[in-house]
C-alpha cells in the first residue's frame, strides 16, 4: 500500500460526459501528479501540483483539468468525454517538487475509466 | 524531443536466470533516474534509483546501471522468481517521462 488512495476505483460512462476522478496524497506530501495509462502504452504525464499550485503540464487536453485543494487533496475532471478517453488514470504524490533529486513518486491503485 | 525509452517490449526468462531490462534516455540534464515495477492491476512501485554521479547501484536482487556517456541504463534481476513478472519501466526526474515499458515473463 502506497498511502496514496483514489476513487473510484472503476467508472464507466457515455460519450459526451463529464467525470471528476480524486486522489489523495500520502500524508505531508506536498507534490500531486496525474497519469494517463492506455492500454498496452507507457504512462502519459499529465499535469503536476505543488501545495495547491500548478507547476508542470505534460500531455493533457484542453478537455481535462485538475486542480489540488488546500487539503492537498486532487481532483482530475475530464469533459466532453471520448471513446479514446477509456484508460487508467494514475494520481501519484511525492514530498518534493519535481526535477529535483529523490522525487521517487508513490502511485495510488489507479481509476480504470471505460467511456461507451 | 526528448524521450525515455525502452528497447524490448518484452522479455521472458526462466525462473533462477537473471534478467536485464534496457532503457535509453535522450535527455543530457537528467541527473536522477528511477525504476519502477507494474504489476497487472496495481499502480507502479519503485524499486530502484540511481543519480547521475553514479554508474552503479545495488539493492536487493536489483542492480542498475548507469552509462551517461550512450544515455543508457539497465536494471538486473538476479535469480528472477515468478513474483518478479511484471511491466518495468524507467523514468528521468526532469520531465517525468517514463519508457513504455518491459513486460517481464518467469516461467517457472
Known amino acids: 500500500d502506497s498511502g496514496v488512495t483514489q476513487t473510484p476505483k472503476h467508472l464507466i460512462t457515455a460519450t459526451g460526459q463529464r467525470v471528476t476522478l480524486r486522489c489523495s496524497p500520502r500524508s505531508g506530501d506536498l507534490s500531486v501528479y496525474w497519469y494517463q495509462q492506455s492500454l498496452d502504452q507507457g504512462l502519459q504525464f499529465l499535469i503536476q501540483y505543488y501545495n495547491g499550485e500548478e507547476r508542470a503540464k505534460g500531455n493533457i487536453l484542453e478537455r481535462f483539468s485538475a486542480q489540488q485543494f488546500p487539503d492537498l487533496h486532487s481532483e482530475l475532471n475530464l469533459s466532453s468525454l471520448e471513446l479514446g478517453d477509456s484508460a487508467l488514470y494514475f494520481c501519484?504524490?511525492?514530498?518534493?517538487?519535481?526535477?529535483?533529486?529523490?522525487?521517487?513518486?508513490?502511485f495510488g491503485p489507479g481509476t480504470r475509466l471505460t467511456v461507451l | 524531443g526528448e524521450n525515455v525509452g525502452l528497447h524490448l517490449p518484452t522479455l521472458s526468462v526462466q525462473e533462477g536466470d537473471n534478467s536485464i531490462i534496457n532503457c535509453a534516455y535522450s535527455?543530457?540534464?537528467?541527473?536522477?533516474f528511477i525504476w519502477y515495477k507494474q504489476e497487472s492491476g496495481k499502480g507502479p512501485q519503485f524499486i530502484i534509483d540511481?543519480?547521475?554521479?553514479?554508474d552503479k547501484r545495488q539493492g536487493q536482487r536489483v542492480t542498475v546501471l548507469l552509462n551517461k556517456t550512450v544515455k543508457h541504463l539497465s536494471l538486473q534481476i538476479a535469480a528472477t522468481q515468478p513474483g518478479d513478472s511484471a511491466v518495468y519501466f524507467c523514468a528521468e526526474n526532469r520531465n517525468m517521462r517514463f519508457g513504455a515499458g518491459t513486460r517481464l515473463t518467469v516461467k517457472p
Open positions: 501519484a504524490s511525492s514530498p518534493r517538487l519535481a526535477g529535483g533529486l529523490y522525487n521517487e513518486q508513490f
Open positions: 535527455n543530457s540534464a537528467s541527473d536522477y
Open positions: 540511481i543519480r547521475s554521479n553514479m
